[in-house]
Every structure is written in C-alpha cells, then in structure tokens.
C-alpha cells in the first residue's frame, strides 16, 4: 500500500486573521526621505549620503563650486579603499589634481576610516549648489528662569548659545524625546 500525503485543510474566511489597527501616528515626508535617498544613493554607489548633501562642509565653498561627487566604488566584498567618481568642471583639473591628497584626508575624516583610496576625475558640468536658507523657527515658549539665570554665568558666548538653545529647544518639547 502506498500513503497518500495529508490533504491540507482550507481555512474559511472567519478563520482569517483580522487586520490590526495601526500603531503610531503619521511620518512627516522629511523623515522619510533619507531612508528613501540612503536606497537610492547605494544604489548609484554611495555608502553614506551625507557625502552628496555635505559635500561643501568635506572639501570647502570653494572645491565644492567646481567638484561634485558621483560615487564611491569599493573592491569585490570591502568597504576601504575605494575609489571616489568626481565631477570636476572643465578647466580646473590639474589644479583639483593637486588637491586630490588632500581632498582623499578629508573624506577619509568625514567617514572615520579609510573609506576612499584613490580617486577618479572625469570633466562635466557642476550645477551650482543653492541651499534653501530658512529663518529659525520662532521659541514658542520662554527659557524657564532657572535655566536663564545658570546660563549667564558662562563666560564663552559660543557656547552659552548653544546651551541657550538646547534649553529652549527642552522648554518647547512635550516630553522626553524620541529615539527612533
């Protein structure tokens, strides 16, 4: 006699398991989006992004205006020693050939390891980089007093700003932050 495999049971529609109600409230499009860039950027060879968006604050105003990276290409199975695609704009290669070591220290810094070890230039256009300025949003509520009266005592204005900040950024919270 041979067996015949177990018939699998069909589940009826009441046995099917309900939708659950959703949990948390809505996602503003701006903290979305670098989860949908990170994709795209890997995609096109970028580990990080923030090399694209931060290129200005890695190399300087000046290389930034005539540079613009276009990936990062690591060997078969490792994340160093890359090799870094730039665009430079015509006319300024051998002067950006100069800067090459210098610029390789600096993305190297910005990634913490030796991300990038060489780097391959080609010549095309560079749209200038316009960065959306915003006034700061206005301090809804006043820095309690005690923090106000703490923070005059600290003789570096720099950093009594930033604190001054970071206590009213804590006045304007609704609660403990979240990490997520």
Same mark, same amino acid.
């Given at each position: 006699?041979? +067996?015949?495999?177990? #018939?699998?049971?069909?589940?009826?529609?009441?046995?099917?398991?309900?939708? &659950?109600?959703?949990?948390?409230? /809505? &996602?503003?499009?701006?903290?979305?989006?670098?989860?949908?860039?990170? !994709? !795209?950027?890997?995609?096109?060879?970028? *580990?990080?992004? /923030?090399?694209? $968006?931060?290129? $200005?604050?890695?190399? @300087?105003?000046?290389?930034?205006?005539? %540079?613009?990276?276009?990936?990062?290409?690591?060997? *078969?199975?490792?994340?160093?020693?890359? %090799?870094?695609?730039?665009?430079?704009?015509?006319?300024?290669?051998?002067?950006?050939?100069?800067?090459?070591?210098?610029?390789?220290?600096?993305?190297?810094?910005?990634?913490?390891?030796?991300? #990038? !070890?060489?780097?391959?230039?080609?010549?095309?256009?560079?749209?200038?980089? $316009?960065?959306?300025? &915003?006034?700061?949003?206005?301090?809804?509520?006043?820095?309690?007093? +005690?923090?106000?009266?703490?923070? &005059? @005592?600290?003789?570096?204005?720099?950093?009594? $700003?930033?604190?001054?900040?970071? !206590?009213?950024?804590?006045?304007?919270?609704? @609660?403990?932050?979240?990490?997520?």
């Amino acid at each position: 006699m041979t +067996e015949r495999p177990p #018939v699998p049971k069909v589940k009826s529609r009441a046995a099917l398991p309900v939708e &659950r109600p959703r949990i948390g409230a /809505s &996602r503003q499009i701006a903290d979305l989006m670098p989860d949908i860039g990170r !994709a !795209a950027f890997r995609k096109f060879g970028f *580990v990080q992004s /923030s090399i694209v $968006t931060r290129w $200005t604050e890695i190399v @300087g105003s000046h290389y930034a205006a005539i %540079t613009a990276p276009e990936s990062i290409r690591f060997p *078969v199975g490792k994340k160093a020693g890359g %090799t870094l695609q730039l665009t430079v704009m015509s006319g300024h290669g051998p002067m950006v050939q100069h800067m090459l070591p210098d610029m390789i220290e600096r993305v190297n810094r910005f990634f913490g390891y030796a991300a #990038v !070890a060489k780097v391959a230039m080609r010549q095309g256009d560079i749209l200038p980089a $316009t960065t959306e300025r &915003r006034p700061p949003p206005r301090n809804l509520r006043p820095i309690p007093v +005690e923090l106000g009266d703490s923070l &005059r @005592g600290i003789g570096d204005p720099e950093l009594r $700003t930033v604190l001054e900040s970071l !206590a009213q950024g804590l006045a304007n919270s609704s @609660g403990p932050p979240k990490i997520g």
